[in-house]
């Protein structure tokens, strides 16, 4: 098994070590240099060994690149990254989720490694498992090594109810993601219970907290604050602080990507974080969103004109920018707006907000008395 990945991002090509979140920047003759290397036997260069020991403590000189390093090549497309809806069931039933329908449905097994293997070819080496819940996926375990196996640094979003498995735990043991990001939806049964409308809800996370710090697997925590749990805040942030290596905090929030506004009832009232300007996305230039069937979009929300990956293939994939852009266009209750230069909300979200009849004061500047157009 490799020690060390050898990849094209983009533009640039980087070193990276599954499970590390440092890395390194390198050339296109630093690559070059290891991928002609593959088949000639060649030991690892001194920069490269030299970088492995002081970024990830590992020795890896003398050894033959083929044996240790994995090389992925260019390709014609531009993508680096890319996030997978493997199934959208979900064993909790949250009250703020954004998606539309959580069905267990998806591609065979056989579809799932085909699938794999375009989003490998189209570039991609940054890979977010996501869902409805991703470990609840009969599959989820066979398509983490498949996606591990081809090179790709890995992302999983879970709510956590399964990481005190031991077949989980081992996997991410034995196969290190990038990041496991687990979410936090209250600090006692009472608020936790109530947002997930899953008895029990609580008391799995925190059993698959414990297993992952007792078995040295690294989690992010992502604090999605609500009007259950608004009053437990620095509680959370203490559970953070106990099992995490970092966390977030996340007030906002959204309606479905269809344009549902139940999930806006679960928005904790004055925690709206209006601060970030929206300043453009690259949502299908260089990453994609890839539903349960292999239907690439743009992104999570923007889900209009999908391309049908399992029949088109790569070649779906050169249409995918245009269809972005032409998400992006302001329209409807946003064209000519005078304050779009200070907009907090990409089109596709606006869009799902206004479909929703939410509020101006849940997305949009109008909502703070500023009607200027």
Not at 266 to 278: M, N
Not at 361 to 373: E, K, P, S
Request: aromatic letters at 8%; one cysteine or more; proline letters at 6%.
């Amino acid at each position: 098994m490799y020690q060390v990945i050898a990849s094209p991002q983009g533009e640039k090509f980087i070193v990276g070590r599954p499970g590390a979140r440092r890395g390194m920047q390198i050339p296109y003759a630093m690559h070059k240099e290891l991928f002609d290397a593959l088949g000639k036997e060649r030991v690892v260069p001194r920069w490269l060994a030299d970088g492995a020991r002081q970024a990830w403590g590992i020795e890896i000189s003398g050894r033959a690149v083929k044996d240790c390093v994995l090389v992925r090549p260019l390709t014609p497309l531009n993508y680096s990254r890319a996030t997978w809806e493997i199934n959208k069931g979900c064993n909790f039933n949250c009250e703020h989720c954004y998606l539309a329908e959580r069905k267990f449905e998806g591609l065979p097994r056989e579809e799932k490694d085909r699938l794999l293997l375009l989003l490998r070819d189209a570039g991609v080496l940054w890979l977010q498992f996501t869902g409805g819940e991703p470990t609840i996926d009969r599959d989820f375990a066979h398509s983490y090594r498949k996606a591990y196996g081809l090179g790709m640094f890995i992302e999983i979003l879970t709510n956590g109810s399964r990481l005190h498995r031991p077949e989980i735990i081992d996997l991410l043991s034995a196969m290190p993601a990038h990041k496991v990001t687990v979410s936090l939806y209250g600090a006692s049964s009472e608020s936790f219970d109530s947002l997930t409308r899953k008895p029990g809800a609580y008391r799995l996370l925190m059993k698959g907290l414990k297993a992952a710090k007792e078995a040295g697997v690294s989690l992010d925590l992502a604090l999605i604050i609500t009007r259950h749990n608004v009053h437990e805040l620095e509680a959370m942030r203490k559970i953070a602080d106990e099992y995490a290596a970092a966390y977030s905090e996340y007030a906002n929030m959204s309606p479905t990507y269809d344009g549902n506004p139940e999930p806006l009832a679960a928005q904790a009232p004055g925690f709206l974080d209006k601060s970030t300007v929206f300043q453009g996305c690259p949502a299908g230039h260089t990453f994609f969103h890839v539903d349960p069937y292999g239907f690439a979009t743009m992104c999570k929300v923007g889900r209009e004109n999908p391309v049908n990956l399992m029949v088109e293939g790569l070649a779906g994939l050169t249409r995918l920018p245009a269809i972005a852009d032409a998400q992006m266009l302001r329209s409807g209750g946003c064209g000519g707006c005078r304050l779009s230069a200070t907009c907090r909300v990409c089109r596709p979200l606006a869009k799902a907000y206004q479909e929703a009849k939410a509020p101006l004061n849940t997305y949009c500047q109008h909502g703070n008395g500023d009607d200027a157009l």
